[in-house]
């Protein structure tokens, strides 16, 4: 197999990242655009790919090219790399098709050696300059190619100041570098047994090698795992003439944003060191001057800084993160790429962009990620702050947010401690809905058991509170009050971090950026709601959720999960005496107590949502949800209804079931109590009405139907509930607009879509039942098993968070055909997770659904997911 | 809406079922054979429909209808209908679709009133017959029309008896029938303050509306709901001139089967009564003789039965019960119809009738109901004594066949019991593998939780033994050792018979009928052999099993679960110690036990089953169900592992799943623990290397993979046991053939068959787990609601006892075609319980499947099926 596998930066252009890498394709692009860079060449990604399936070794026809461009470069540069008196000195430095910063390696100054340094000195007059890039070769190579510990090296030269009395390694001298570098030689034999090579075409062999090995470090492998990054087959390798900013105080490098990326603000942005070579910029070990600062030191350098800076945003849209080089006051670009920026930034950029003219609505609306809202809406640890934290355990990141505080084991104790004005982090195996109060007045929520859709996670989601669920990696003794992890144990009282949107959990307090919405923020979500064609709605299931929705800009609720009201404190009492009536006539007296305060709920909610639509899910989880599990609540709740306790216990336990979430819930319910839909839609009704006849105005119920996989379930549950809503009307003298439709959650309703469309009025897609039910993954016992296979490289992305188009997205397409084919233009939404998940919300676009519906603080980020999609697929 | 509703004989057909009833279309039938049948003619099906629907009031355009077909019938038989010299009496007879004997209503002698019985005395010189016909009408008229009570009339006769000192109904002579008669319409006249109508047409009126009411009777509703009629919209009402048998000793009434409905021998079977009407045989007052004692009482008319049996069986080509009378001498058929008869019965019948030259072999093939060979394969309960006992409760049918004994709460209890010879049912909450002793020496199984497929039901089907699970009707308190059922309460040794056929309980003790195979149904399973397409394999887990199922003709095993081996006593201690490991060495040393036992294990089966194919699933079941549940058990383990019995309940605790069965089970346990895997699989073939030394034979073992739903998943495990088999192969020196396939039991791989066919060498359908996930039903707790469900009519059959076409069979479909799509002659099959039903069965024969496998008791019922599609669907 022969082919090309070198290009020259004339050759290149940007779109060719796959094959140069981001950094061989932009130092190409800027060639093209006549920028200063200096002259070089790149291997290509498949000469990294070849070199690595054949035994990591180099084939003579890359030999040969490598040698072709290399005389090319002298040709260009006038120098030579093999010349003593004029060396031509080469960069070597890694760059993949996606950007993987610090992950892989670079050589400076290759092409130096005992002879070479001393022509180098001669003919550029600097001799200390010669043997300071002499000395950071040596380094560098032994780093990158032998592997030989840094340390070595640094206490060598940390050695030569102290011995000096000097701070900072400028402040040593040519002859101080000399005695150095015979003493990092001495290192290099040491370890090696090899003298240091002196040839450079021998230590350019050996630097690509190791530059392409470097592709499997496993620095490098984890990076991409974390990433996500599966497609890359390896690196390129761009070979560059050096340019020196280490050449005394005519000399600087550094590195620029085109504007501000932590604001936004159209200013450049970075830093820079007089006097130095880019590893410094990056090491820390001097602290860099503002950017601002090089307008006074080198006023030309700044102004062509400034200018490439312009043209370059101009060329490519965005900002750049550009780094330079001034040799001799002479300007260099040495890299420029997409800079990355907060979520504010981003928005004032894009914003920015399009009112310069350079970008057009839809443009600036697709550089924003969607997932980078949430930084916006929820508070995040500071970066530098999370560095230095130490985490202990991964959870699910079930609601996002950062939160501290002291770790409670009970409710009690975090309603005591909040009175006492101290932030707490609820910590339990699992929640239960006895714990809500404790949930509302805790900073976050910490459960070892439980999934994505767990009551703590759900009712977290709701509140907008920071929850990592299921962390089975930490082990919670509620009795004994103390938190064992891996490597310790921490007790009640003890400071503890969760971030909710990664679900890490750290120890101590950690410090916290807190959000903040703007005015360009509005005016961008303005052009989405412009442009996207989906609605997008809310899932709330009380007035204050619904409220928190309408002010993100939900266009409705598509679901309120009636059995979140049925926890509330007031009321579970006779939800339970409902579940566990003895007789039909017991249960028509608790659901007799409960018709008001549904009723109350949907009155209140209504108010809040006036005349937009409002989908109402009925009674879906199985029963056993409900029951108390502390003896002391069976305990009241035996003396309430006048049982034994053990008869009670007894009734709790014939709810039991092996799999609940494939056992007696959803229109299941309904069916064997029909008493409990008639009540709800009761409620439903007797509110809609008294609100048209308080306020005037309409409110259009859409009641929802879950867990049907049958249309005759529906029939029989329309024909039931239809005969409460024609006696509510009747009684009332009053009638509405109202709809019924169904959940489609059970792959057998999805495959049978036509024919349930005849009997319903909506589909709302259910897709974390689709996916638990499509995978037969349980949603609360998958967690384990789900990362592993993630680790494994069996699946991509978890089923729960972004939806398996390949599998499960094949029931929601053949449901929407299915259903349209029944009826062409059947309103087709989703309400599951999926709906606040970028990535599915494009699928969701592409089948043609007209909503989707996720929680209050997803609303944004659904919304500008859904503007992006409409851009992409309309 | 007008239309033609009345038919008479002439105008029908046996063709017209439909709309005249099965007694309306084959009396036209008889009739069109110029056979002996009174005259008559039918109000159809629909017109009973119309009735219904119309507020049970019968329209002008029926009425006129009626009265054209009366002058007809008037005409033909040449007496008039309100004469009262010469008049024509009716019998008016109800007659659905299907048979549905007893349940809907008759009246003879329609016709008579106070003149017309002088008449027809005088006529016939028959006062007695008269009167007798008078009585008889006047009774079945108040019982059907007018709901009288038959105790208020049968009083009257019974002291009429007793004042003259007789028997039977026959000494009565005509004064004591007159006084009688007097006596009756008394009891009208008290019941319903009315006389007994006397005017003929309004006695036909009313009866015709009685009849077509009695479809909606309570015990016609129930009838239809118990044996699956929900299709037929009404019953048809005919309308005959009346012939009768109560004319004196020259007359008689019987019914006759053209063949031994009990032994399928070829004579006449029946029995008749001398002077007497049709409902005196039915009504068992008189023992009727034996239908060959006719030949010496009257042997025209028993030559006329004869040749009319022939020409009926001819025309029929299956054997016919037919309704006669003889009316001096004269020979008259009311009815024929398809005899029932016994499954022995029905096998000799379709031999035969292949050997006369009646039928062909798929003809006769056709006529045994797959079902029917159950009662060859197991001891059933007798008929006549299941109609005595009581019937406490109602469970799944879960292994089939009839078993009575005490009542045992324990194995333990069942041991000590059979050690003294005495006969058990082991009662439990639910079985697990510590009760496997118990269960094998125990009669039968009743357990009051778990499904179809739970761990005492599979045991029991492999075992052949019968159980009647998830009988929810009957608390089971183990501890108390009792039973309480609805109404009641046993205790242990009680006498208790469970049916596993139907999955009814009773109490006592019950008698059986033994199975017995004759040489005909050999006969009839090689013809089954020659015709049916796919192949028929076994679900054995033993070699006990496999050779059960060689007996009844398997073709191969077509699912080994593994983990049934697992349980066996003297290894559960290991496989827990495994699963239970908290090092990979202590995992490592635990398989290392097990595996010369599953060695041995796959060596028995192979030596059992020799060449045909042997596929064996890896472990499937979720750890859980391996843990010992009893303290006692618990602490044995731990001092056994060397642990703390907390320690141990933690490790237990930490199996725990929501919901097991979408849990850490199938192929996602070999990922998570490929030493497992490796075990399992170097045991498969190291036996089947030992074999094929010792035996110069070859196994061909199937290696199945369960629970896949991402093929990514199968490339994984194929990877790690196709090393570890090199490494066995290299070992031995030795190779085999052997292959790689996986089951389809999750929606997801039905949906992506294509992909996951790649890497496979066959598929078999897990049609259990698919309907589980597909339907989103639990086997272990749906039973309660899908019972419910049928019963609402939401359902028509159980999906885990039919697999449902509809939504789950897309997915079946789905899969083949993707998987055929991929490889053009994928081999496919289907192991989950529908396997060995029938209608399921066919499906699988028309989706084109190789083959079928079930338990080895239902291997004979498949073969039929099986055969039998092939016939439908070549």
Known sequence: MTGKYVYNFKEGKKEMKELLGGKGANLAEMTKLALPVPPGFTLTTESCKRFLSEGQ????????????????????????????????????????????????????????????????????????????????????????????????????????????????????????????????????????????PQEPSVQLRLAIKAVFASWNNPRAVFYREMNGISKLSGTAVTIQAMVFGNKGDTSATGVAFTRNPLTGEKQLFGEFLLNAQGEDVVAGIRTPNEITELKALMPTGYQQLKEAAKILENHYKDVQDIEFTIEDNTFYLLQTRTGKRTAQAA??????????????????????????????????????????????????????????????????????????????????????????????????????????????????????????????????????????????????????????????????????????????????MDWVDEIKTMAVRANADTPEDAKQALEFKAEGIGLIRTEHMFFKENRISSVRRMILAG???????????????????????????GERPVTIRLLDPPLHEFMPVKEEEICRLAETMSLSEEELKNRITALH????????????????????????????MEAALDFKLAKNSEVQPEIMIPLVSEVKELVYIKAEIEDEIKKVFAEK??????????????????????????????????????????????????????????????????????????????????????????????????????????????????????????????????????????????
Chains 1, 2 share one sequence.
């Not at 026809?61 to 040698?67: P, R």
């Not at 934290?389 to 609601?399: D, F, N, P, V």
């Not at 007799?592 to 305060?597: C, G, K």
Request: some cysteine; hydrophobic content about 40%; glycine content about 8%.
């Open 733 to 874: 003298g009053q009638t509405l607009t109202y709809s019924i439709g169904t959940m489609i959650e059970v792959p057998r309703a999805a495959l049978t879509a036509d024919k349930i469309a005849n009997e319903a009025d909506f589909f709302s897609f259910g897709t974390n039942d689709l996916t638990q039910m499509g995978f037969g993954f349980s949603r609360d016992d998958s967690g384990s098993f789900i990362s592993e296979y993630m680790g494994k490289n069996i699946l991509e992305k978890g089923p729960f968070d972004t939806i398996d188009q390949e599998g499960i997205g094949q029931l929601v397409k053949i449901a929407v055909e299915k259903g349209r084919q029944t009826k062409p233009n059947f309103k087709i939404g989703i309400c599951g997770e999926h709906g606040g998940d970028p990535v599915s919300i494009e699928f969701f676009q592409k089948l043609g659904l007209n909503y989707i519906s996720c929680s209050p603080f997803r609303v944004p980020i659904a919304r500008l997911a859904a503007a992006q999609a409409a851009i992409k697929y309309r």
């Open 583 to 609: 007789s039909a006539k017991e249960r028509a007296k608790a659901l007799d107590e409960l018709l008001p305060m549904q009723k109350n709920d949907f009155y209140q909610i209504y108010q809040v949502v």
């Open 657 to 684: 079931e092996v799999n609940p979430m494939l056992g007696h819930r959803g229109v299941r319910l309904g069916i064997t109590y029909p008493e409990i839909s008639r009540m709800q839609v009761r409620a439903i």
């Open 57 to 196: 070794t180099i084939w003579d026809s890359l030999d040969n090219e490598i040698e072709n461009y290399l005389k090319d470069l002298e040709q260009i540069t006038k120098k030579k790399f093999s010349d003593k008196e004029n060396p031509l000195l080469l960069s070597v430095r890694s760059g993949a098709a996606q950007s993987m910063p610090g992950m892989m390696d670079t050589i400076l100054n290759l092409g130096l050696n005992d002879q070479s340094v001393i022509g180098l000195a001669k003919r550029t007059a600097n001799e200390r300059f010669a043997y300071d890039s002499y000395r950071r070769f040596i380094q560098m190579f032994s780093d990158v190619v032998l592997e030989i510990p840094k340390v070595h090296f640094e206490r060598i030269i940390e050695n030569a100041k102290k011995e000096k009395g000097v701070e900072l390694d400028k402040e040593l001298h040519a002859d101080d570098l000399k005695k150095i570098v015979t003493q990092y030689k001495e290192v290099y034999l040491r370890e090696t047994k090899k003298d240091f």
């Open 347 to 524: 928005i004032c950029i894009a914003v920015d962009l399009y009112k310069e003219g350079k970008l057009t609505k839809e443009e600036a609306l697709m550089r924003i990620k969607p997932q980078q809202l949430e930084q916006l809406l929820h508070p995040h640890f500071a970066l530098k702050a999370i560095e230095r934290a130490t985490r202990i355990a991964k959870g699910l990141a079930a609601s996002p947010g950062a939160a501290s505080g002291k770790i409670c084991f009970t409710a009690q104790a975090v309603e005591l401690a909040y009175e006492k004005g101290i932030k707490t982090i609820l910590v339990r195996q699992e929640t239960s809905p006895e714990d809500i109060s404790g949930m509302v007045k805790a900073e976050g929520i910490l459960t070892a058991r439980g999934g994505m859709t767990s009551h703590a996670a759900v009712v977290a989601r709701g509140m907008g509170k920071c929850c990592v669920a299921g962390c089975s990696e930490v082990t919670i003794n509620e009795e004994e009050k103390m938190l064992k992890y891996k490597g310790g144990m921490v007790h009640e009282g003890d400071l503890l971090s969760l971030d909710g949107s990664t679900g890490m959990v750290y120890l101590g307090d950690i410090e916290k950026t807190k959000p903040a919405l703007g005015d360009k923020f509005s005016e961008l």
